[in-house]
């Protein structure tokens, strides 16, 4: 049956005649060249793929001597490739790109898969395999691609006892107990699956782990995952708790600046490098949520950051200090606290670190300005850190699509160096020159048999990959991509099915968090509706603390007369938020606490609009319904059940938001709910 294992890799028989008959002429031979574990994956690859799509062996060979070979390698492996005058654009391809050529060698038509890189090739070759999947023409090809970001990452949060924080989709795939002995076919399956997307690095342990995973017996563990990964393309990275040097050193300080501290951080790395000599380097969350790090010894992000890039700098590895940061010593604003850490830490930073900075200043809401911090520090690089897991939206029972929300960020404008001055560019190191890039999605992936829990979470990792290699590719198009691949070709489904996707970002800030609200969930667990929990032994975890409901209105001041987080932003991005009479209604309620009656563009009062947003947010979950099971005939019985019972699910819970936030909201504004709108029932 299709249990959704195979992800996007399906490789189902081409559907269209007239297609299939083209293919069929055009492939008829794969020549690879270069023996290499890499070159290996690219040959049994185009065989599976092609035999799946074209249902017909293609023969490997090594000359071209009929129409329709499939040429796969290096300039330097493939004298076919170096002969073949294309030199220029392979220069264009850099050292990680492709380029995908039709071609007459021989007087034969051949098509040409070459990177300067067998890694480049590896991903021209999926690439190549998606254009028939999605069935496109592959009559004349002239596709150049290089990644727009360097470090393509996934982060997960997975724990040595492999439970997942934030996981939703079973326990951990790395197996640490039968490491390093037993090679799970997941492992290879998954850096397949990755390097399908273009992405280069994981880091597989959890910000939140102990320091165990730097101990000798698991660093055996992970040269296992290490060797494997490497032919795919994958470069592994560990989380360094800040504190090791005392819980596995022995040491009695983790002071940067202690010599005896910075000595064992030189031989820890020294270590590392015995067993993986193309180790990516570190991951640190540091002096957040109770981690420890170089304030406790009064020393700065900057100063912890330096003594782990100095000590991996031999080894050319980097180090990725995350900037989610926030503490109770700083009761006003959550939301100013990572800027006011970093920004004066500007240009402090070694050159191989990066700097990780979520999509937005709280943590992963359904809809959140971009973070102050883009464009702040325009001498560090600064990495994005998405979130693909979806923490705060419906975790593993909901539909949601969240490249539109990866979009927003990406296309704020931060005006840092005058319009235009994109989040994008900040990250793709265009703003600003940077060589070190990069973005990272905190994964949804867990022992699940389909990997993601949520059938159409695969969706969330597939827009990550895709986005981290091009964030100029629409969400339309990741969207169209990815269903083709998963379920199917036909026009009508991909009609229906693309705008469920492309809709249900927004239907969920609608039923859970609309017009700027945000932070209003259950605590601890995040699930569901808990407006009124004021009992959280840290102020700002209260979801009060967000919305700030009262008698006089309801959303957080952060204007100049209120916390002044506004006041991060350059002032023309500022602009378009600053007056509560004017701002994009999107965030009204995330910078202004506004009167219930207050007129909305709609000409609702703000009460109105907020019990609208609401019933219409649900209503809409509800029809989501309606069209999943239009779409039956062409999904199998497997994949629709589930996603018809999710959305079932689904629905219950936005009913659930909806009554829950307008029945406690109601208790301040004292308004009645309009009468268009049925009741709560
Ligand atoms: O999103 C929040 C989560 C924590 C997480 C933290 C972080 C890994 O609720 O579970 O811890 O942020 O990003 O560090």
Redesign the pocket.
Known sequence: GENGYDLWLRYKPVGNKTLLQSYRENITTIITSGSSATMDIVKNELSTGLQGLLQTTIDHGAAVNRHGAIIAGTPRSSPLISNAGIAIPLQQAGEEGFVILSKILNGKRCILISGNTEKGVLYGTFHFLRLLQTEQSIQQLNIISAPKIRLRMLDH?DNPDRTV??GYAGFSIWNWHTLPGYIDQRYIDYARANASIGINGTVVT???ANAVVLTQPYLEKVKALADVLRPYGIKIYLTARFSAPMEIGGLKTADPLDASVQHWWQEKIKEIYTYVPDFGGFLV?AN??G?PGPQDYKRTHADGANMLADAIAPFKGIVIW?A?VYSNENPLDRHKQAYDDFVPLDGTFRPNVLVQV?NGAI??MPREPFHPLFGAMPKTPLMM?F?VTQ??LGQGTSLVFLAPLFKETLESDTYSKGKGSTVAKVIDGSLEHHPLTGMAG?ANIGNDINWCGHPFAQANWYALGRLAWDHTISSEQIADEWLRMTYSNNPRFLKAASRLMLESRDIIVQYSNPIGLHHIMGTSH?YGPAPWVNNQQRPEWNPVYYHKADSGGIGFNRTATGSNALAQYQPAAREQWENMQTCDEKYLLWFHHVPWNFRMKSGKSLWEELCYQYYTGAERAGKMQDTWKSLQPFVDKQRFEQVNMLLKIQHTEAIWWRNACILYFQTFSKMPIPASYEQPG
């Open positions: 949060w924080e934030r959890n910000v939140n969350k957040s949520e981690q995350r989610f979520k943590d992963f850190e979130q923490e705060y905190v995040h």
